[in-house]
């Protein structure tokens, strides 16, 4: 059967990559306004720069829930079945937390090697703060990559996620929405907490995760595949409204 | 509720046809506007168009030529003109008189007026 | 070559809102889906494109079901009230989108159009009025050009002269590229003449199925003086009556036999023949 994925995924493709460059610029001004304080200005006080990973991942989450919907919307009036339209989602998403990832990996490294004539500064990212030690070590390339594949999974988690509660907001009616927005942050917080008094001790799970990136790496592929398929399940019966 | 009589609009398409033919709109071996072009001016079904041409293709004043469209027939006025003096009784004289009947009007009171009409109308 | 809708029932909640619908649109020919509103004709193309699910039944287009199916849904192009685009996406961008789902997606066609309905194509979709919005979906069917296009109240909101520009092109386009047309509405005056085949629907069930021609040579008017007109209904099928003074009118459906002295008969358009159909269901 003939599929329209080939459209579905250059439209959206397309779309998550200009926005995401949006991002990507912004996180670039910051990352040379701390350089340049940090080099020219502040050499002797000690400052700190790990923010890349963290924003791009916010970047992608917000980016998932603004588009999910409006291209779900669009492949429907183009006669693109929900499937197709779910699945290129995933890949487009997928592609460009991997280029993200790479481009921001490369912006890390360049700040790295500029930073590197102040001592008192630290320039990383997630993968640095885990898995090094010396904190003041230029990471090697094979580093950078796995620092970039850890990214990838994290930008491709919190896009998935994003998409979760667009879609679940989408199915639900007011009442339900109210509800479950007051209590997300409390399972948030609640939860893990719940857990520890119940005598679950989230600590070996912890230090499993922080002993090797190929770990972190399983934990974020579990998490978006648990993702991809509840999204799936909130999308395949939906109502597509056109609240436009 | 309307009061009109409903001729189909196949008819009336056909009507207005032989009417552009017996006028000489439509001059023999000529060709006559295409079914589309039928359908967008009158904003009607082609299909109902064509079943109003096809009326006059029965009788054989149109023709159609393969590729090029439908042309009025060699004759198609003189034809014409015979099948509506065959139909001037039904379609004039007989509703003249049942008319004429209903006021009260004879026959020799009507063929006088028929005479006045000679005259009067151009 | 057709959209084959198999016992189709749709529940929202408790509400019933089609029930047990089987149709079959096809043949290139131009179908009239009529109804009064809430009758269940946009719930009906919400479900042959996917945007709505049936609780029973079966969509299958060219012998494909259109459930999760690309192909299918490919073939069909549903002009609605919804407005699915993006917030800011300009029309022109939309004309982009279109080029890049629909390989037979004729630009410069869409182009002409925009110029003649005077759309202003670099102007961002929300930002249109509910006329120009329409214009804008309209002029997107036009120019697709895919087998089945279904129309749902194609006209709302357009004035005189654009729902006369747009019945000519609709008429232009099905002339030049003939497809499956199904045009749902309840202007019943202003589709009669254009559709070849006609589909009455009445609180989601299907009440008439067949072409237009049909349905207008089953049905005629009677009027007269009320005593011969009651006189000359006895045994037949009386749709509606209307009494003024001692004059009778009455809509039958049937073919008129002997016309007795006295009567006037006449034909019955396709909107006086729809009100009669809906008149009588009241009643019943």
Known sequence: ?244 | MTFQNERPIFQQLAEQLEEGILSGAYPEESRVPSITEYSVTYKINPATALKGINLLVDSGLLYKKRGLGMFVSTGAKEQLKSQRRDRFYHDYIERLVREAKNLGLDASELSEMIKRGFEDVD | MSIEIKNITKDFGDARALDDVTLTFGDDKIYGLLGNNGAGKSTLLGILTDRLYPTKGTVTVDGENVANNDEALGKIFLVAEQNLFPEDMAVRKAFDAAQLFYSAFDRVYAETLSEKFGLNTKKKIKTLSTGYASIFRLILGLSVNTPYLLLDEPVLGLDAQHRDMFYRLLMEKYGDNPCTIVISTHLISEAADLIEHAVIIRDGRILKDCQSEELTADVYSVSGPTGLVDAYLEGKHVLTANVLGGLKTACVQGRAGALPEGLEFSGVNLQDYFISLMEEEDRK
Request: glycine share 4%.
């Open chain 1, 1 to 244: 059967m003939k599929t329209s994925f080939k459209p579905a995924f250059r439209y959206q493709f397309v779309n998550f990559l200009k926005s995401a460059a949006v991002f990507y610029l912004i996180i670039v001004v910051i990352t040379t306004a701390f350089l340049i304080v940090s080099v020219h200005f502040a050499a002797d006080s000690s400052m700190s720069f790990t923010g890349n990973g963290n924003a791009f991942a916010i970047g992608m989450f917000v980016v998932a829930i603004v588009y999910i919907r409006s291209d779900l919307r669009l492949c429907l009036q183009f006669g693109v079945s929900r499937r197709t339209a779910f699945i290129s989602e995933i890949l487009a998403v997928l592609s460009v937390s991997a280029i993200l990832a790479v481009a921001g990996e490369l912006l890390t490294a360049i700040t790295q090697v500029v930073v590197l004539s102040n001592p008192n500064s630290f320039v990383g990212d997630v993968y640095q703060l885990i898995y090094m030690d010396a904190a003041r070590v230029l990471p090697t390339f094979g580093q950078h990559m796995l620092s970039a594949l850890i990214n990838t999974g994290m930008f491709f988690c919190a896009s998935l996620i994003g998409m979760f509660f667009s879609l679940l907001f989408w199915r639900l009616n007011k009442l339900w929405t109210i509800v479950v927005a007051i209590a997300i942050p409390f399972a948030i917080n609640g939860v893990p907490i719940l857990l520890v008094r119940l005598g679950f001790n989230l600590n070996p799970f912890i230090e499993w995760i922080a002993s090797s990136p190929f770990c972190f790496a399983l934990t974020s592929l579990t998490i978006a595949a648990a993702a991809a398929l509840i999204d799936w399940l909130l999308l395949r019966r939906a109502n597509i409204k056109a609240r436009k």
